[in-house]
C-alpha cells in the first residue's frame, strides 16, 4: 500500500477504524455512507476482523452494544434516519459505561430527506444519545485526511471515557476523493479491560454490563460519574483549528465542509480589506467555548456558517455570551453555501459597521 492514496471519505474513515484497532463493524445500508460498510466486509476479514450486516440499525447498534461489552473495539456507521434509529441503544451504552465508535453521514432531512450534504444532525450528535442525561463524544473532520485520523483515534478516546464517540460528517465529504496518508492497520489492545464482562474466580470477578439501576443514590452516582468524565474531556480532549488574521473585524465560526468553504471566503475577504478570523470547532461536545469568547471579545462581529436552519449557532451564541453580534448565513435541505456566499456576507458586514 503507498503512502498516499486516492480515495473517498467513506473509504478513508473505514480504513480509518481498522488502524485503530476495530475488529468488528455491525451495520445497515444507507445511503450516502454505504461505501463504509461495504469496504469493511472486504477489509475486515484480511486483518482477522467480522463484518455483520444487521436487519436493522437498530440490531445494528445492539449487537455494537454486545460485542463492546466484551472490550473489543467495534463500530457501526449509518446516516440521519438510522442515527435516529439508534438513539435508545446509545443511551443503554452510555448507561452501561461501554465505548464504542459511531459514524454518521450526515443527509438532508427531516424525514428521509435527500443524500444531499446537511450539518442538520447537530442537536442529535451533540445533545444526547438517545434518553437520559448521557451524550456522544462528538468530533467533526473537515476533510478526507481528517476523516481516516479521527476515527482511527476515536477508538482511544472512546476507552479512555468509556462512552460513545461520534464522528460527524456529511455527504460531500463522505463521497469526495482525496489523496490520503493511511496508518498502519495496527493490532487492538488485549481484550482483558477491568470493567469487560468475562473474568472468573482465579483472575478477576465476573462483570456483568448493565444500565438498570433501581436504587435512586445509585443512578445518581452513575450519572455524577459520567458527567466527570465529560469535564475531563473538556479539559483534555478538546479540538479546534484557527485560520485568519489575527486582529479581525469579523470573527468566522464553521465546523465540517462549511469550514472549508470558509477558509476561501476568509482569504477573499482579506484581500478585499475585511479582517477575519477562522475558528473551527473539530470536537462539538466538548464545545470549544473558551476560545470563541476570546475572540468575540476582540472582533465587532461573527458570523456563523452552517448547513442547517440554525442549530450550531445556537452554542456559539452560548460562548460568545453577547460580547458581540452574531448573525447567521445557512442553507439547508442539500443545499451548500459557497464561497461566494460568505464572502460577500462578509463585505456586508463590514460595510455595516
Same mark, same amino acid.
Given at each position: 500500500?503507498?503512502?498516499?492514496?486516492?480515495?473517498?471519505?467513506?473509504?478513508?474513515?473505514?480504513?480509518?477504524?481498522?488502524?485503530?484497532?476495530?475488529?468488528?463493524?455491525?451495520?445497515?445500508?444507507?445511503?450516502?455512507?454505504?461505501?463504509?460498510?461495504?469496504?469493511?466486509?472486504? !477489509?475486515?476479514?484480511?486483518?482477522?476482523?467480522?463484518?455483520? #450486516?444487521?436487519?436493522?440499525?437498530?440490531?445494528?447498534?445492539?449487537?455494537?452494544?454486545?460485542?463492546?461489552?466484551?472490550?473489543?473495539?467495534?463500530?457501526? $456507521?449509518?446516516?440521519?434516519?438510522?442515527?435516529?434509529?439508534?438513539?435508545?441503544?446509545?443511551?443503554?451504552?452510555?448507561?452501561?459505561?461501554?465505548?464504542?465508535?459511531?459514524?454518521?453521514?450526515?443527509?438532508?432531512?427531516?424525514?428521509?430527506? !435527500?443524500?444531499?450534504?446537511?450539518?442538520?444532525?447537530?442537536?442529535?450528535? $451533540?445533545?444526547?444519545? @438517545?434518553?437520559?442525561? @448521557?451524550?456522544?463524544?462528538?468530533?467533526?473532520?473537515?476533510?478526507?485526511?481528517?476523516?481516516? %485520523?479521527?476515527?482511527?483515534?476515536?477508538? &482511544?478516546?472512546?476507552?479512555?471515557?468509556?462512552?460513545?464517540?461520534?464522528?460527524?460528517?456529511?455527504?460531500?465529504?463522505? #463521497?469526495?476523493?482525496?489523496?490520503?496518508?493511511?496508518?498502519?492497520?495496527?493490532?487492538?489492545?488485549?481484550?482483558?479491560?477491568?470493567?469487560?464482562?468475562?473474568? %472468573?474466580?482465579?483472575?478477576?470477578?465476573?462483570?456483568?454490563?448493565?444500565?438498570?439501576?433501581? !436504587?435512586?443514590?445509585?443512578?445518581?452516582?452513575?450519572?455524577?460519574?459520567?458527567?466527570?468524565?465529560?469535564?475531563?474531556?473538556?479539559? %483534555?480532549?478538546?479540538?479546534?483549528?484557527?485560520?485568519?488574521?489575527?486582529?479581525?473585524?469579523?470573527?468566522?465560526?464553521?465546523?465540517?465542509?462549511?469550514?472549508?468553504?470558509?477558509?476561501?471566503?476568509?482569504?477573499?475577504?482579506?484581500?478585499? @480589506?475585511?479582517?477575519?478570523?477562522?475558528?473551527?470547532?473539530?470536537?462539538?461536545?466538548?464545545?470549544?467555548?473558551?476560545?470563541?469568547?476570546?475572540?468575540?471579545?476582540?472582533?465587532?462581529?461573527?458570523?456563523?456558517?452552517?448547513?442547517?436552519?440554525?442549530?450550531?449557532?445556537?452554542?456559539?451564541?452560548?460562548?460568545?455570551?453577547?460580547?458581540?453580534?452574531?448573525?447567521?448565513?445557512?442553507?439547508?435541505?442539500?443545499?451548500?453555501?459557497?464561497?461566494?456566499?460568505?464572502?460577500?456576507?462578509?463585505?456586508?458586514?463590514?460595510? &455595516?459597521?
Amino acid at each position: 500500500m503507498s503512502e498516499y492514496v486516492l480515495m473517498s471519505g467513506n473509504e478513508a474513515t473505514a480504513e480509518g477504524g481498522i488502524a485503530g484497532g476495530c475488529r468488528y463493524f455491525f451495520g445497515y445500508p444507507i445511503t450516502p455512507q454505504n461505501k463504509i460498510p461495504e469496504y469493511m466486509s472486504r !477489509n475486515l476479514p484480511e486483518v482477522g476482523g467480522v463484518y455483520l #450486516q444487521a436487519e436493522s440499525e437498530v440490531a445494528a447498534i445492539n449487537m455494537v452494544y454486545g460485542a463492546a461489552s466484551t472490550g473489543a473495539r467495534v463500530m457501526t $456507521t449509518s446516516s440521519s434516519p438510522g442515527i435516529s434509529l439508534m438513539q435508545e441503544g446509545l443511551s443503554y451504552i452510555v448507561g452501561a459505561e461501554v465505548p464504542c465508535v459511531v459514524v454518521n453521514m450526515v443527509r438532508g432531512g427531516p424525514g428521509l430527506g !435527500n443524500i444531499g450534504p446537511a450539518q442538520s444532525d447537530y442537536w442529535l450528535a $451533540t445533545r444526547g444519545a @438517545g434518553h437520559g442525561d @448521557g451524550r456522544c463524544l462528538v468530533y467533526a473532520p473537515y476533510s478526507v485526511q481528517e476523516l481516516h %485520523d479521527w476515527t482511527a483515534r476515536a477508538f &482511544e478516546i472512546a476507552e479512555r471515557y468509556r462512552n460513545p464517540v461520534m464522528i460527524l460528517a456529511d455527504a460531500i465529504l463522505a #463521497q469526495m476523493i482525496e489523496p490520503c496518508k493511511l496508518q498502519p492497520r495496527g493490532q487492538p489492545p488485549p481484550l482483558d479491560k477491568p470493567w469487560a464482562i468475562g473474568g %472468573d474466580s482465579s483472575e478477576r470477578p465476573r462483570n456483568i454490563i448493565n444500565s438498570l439501576y433501581v !436504587n435512586h443514590d445509585e443512578e445518581e452516582a452513575v450519572n455524577r460519574r459520567i458527567q466527570a468524565r465529560y469535564d475531563q474531556a473538556a479539559r %483534555d480532549d478538546l479540538y479546534y483549528s484557527e485560520y485568519g488574521d489575527e486582529d479581525p473585524e469579523i470573527l468566522v465560526v464553521a465546523y465540517g465542509i462549511c469550514a472549508r468553504v470558509c477558509e476561501t471566503a476568509v482569504e477573499r475577504a482579506s484581500e478585499g @480589506g475585511v479582517k477575519c478570523r477562522l475558528l473551527r470547532p473539530i470536537s462539538l461536545f466538548p464545545f470549544p467555548s473558551e476560545p470563541l469568547a476570546q475572540w468575540a471579545q476582540l472582533a465587532h462581529k461573527a458570523l456563523v456558517v452552517e448547513l442547517s436552519m440554525g442549530q450550531f449557532v445556537e452554542d456559539v451564541r452560548l460562548a460568545v455570551e453577547g460580547r458581540c453580534p452574531v448573525e447567521l448565513l445557512n442553507r439547508t435541505g442539500g443545499n451548500v453555501v459557497t464561497p461566494e456566499d460568505v464572502t460577500q456576507k462578509l463585505f456586508d458586514m463590514a460595510a &455595516e459597521s
